[in-house]
């Protein structure tokens, strides 16, 4: 595959989502992609613009004024996830954002991870090994998170750990999924 020249961060996202006036959340967008992606699904065109519109509830022209964004996203996501370098990162607030809301980015993340995996196909009912089962049920888990009384210094490593968690539970995923797609022999997933 290419190698992608595509620099984004998560404040790109959001600054894009503003300008397009979208609600929703360039954290969620984020997991969706790479949700469909490591469910097998390279949506393209028209087909990631539709996908968005169901994700955010909007109609076709608001995601349009995205413009290169989204496609471009997409494509680093797709590099990003399948490169077999192990750099894949969910895009997520950076530390300058207080940490509620990070925590509440990082559930939104998983939610359209969720989502995204299974729009590409993944049933409930579907085969998974013991590990990629219970890395799915914590991506739920963490779906759900919520906000901290008080925040800690602990409680900014147990973030860190928390997102370096879902980074190599998603890499996992995707590396189980696909190599299931890739082998005529095993079940289909879908």
């Known amino acids: ?22 609600p929703g959340s360039p954290a969620e967008l984020h997991g969706l992609l790479c949700g469909r992606i490591s469910g097998g699904q390279h949506a393209g065109g028209e087909e990631l613009i539709t996908m968005v519109c169901q994700l955010l509830d909007v109609v076709t022209e608001r995601v349009e004024d995205l413009g290169d964004v989204l496609p471009d996203l997409h494509l680093l996501s797709l590099e990003s996830i399948s490169s077999g370098t192990y750099e894949f990162q969910p895009l997520l607030p950076g530390d300058e954002v207080e940490l509620n809301q990070r925590l509440l980015s990082l559930g939104e993340w998983c939610q359209g991870f969720l989502f995204g995996l299974g729009s590409a196909g993944l049933s409930e009912d579907a085969t998974l090994t013991e590990d990629i089962a219970d890395a799915l049920g914590d991506l739920a888990a963490i779906s759900q998170i919520g906000t901290l009384d ?32 890739d082998d005529p022999l095993s079940p289909t997933l879908h």
Do not use: C, G, H, W
């Not at 750990?161 to 190599?179: D, F, G, P, S, T």
């Open 150 to 181: 008080e925040e800690s210094e602990e409680d900014e490593v147990s973030y860190t750990e928390l997102v370096e968690y879902v980074r190599v539970a998603i890499l996992l995923v995707y590396a189980e999924l696909n190599k299931k797609v």
């Open 1 to 22: 595959m290419p190698e992608v020249q595509v620099d984004m961060d998560f404040n790109d996202i959001a600054d894009a989502f503003l300008r397009a006036n979208l």
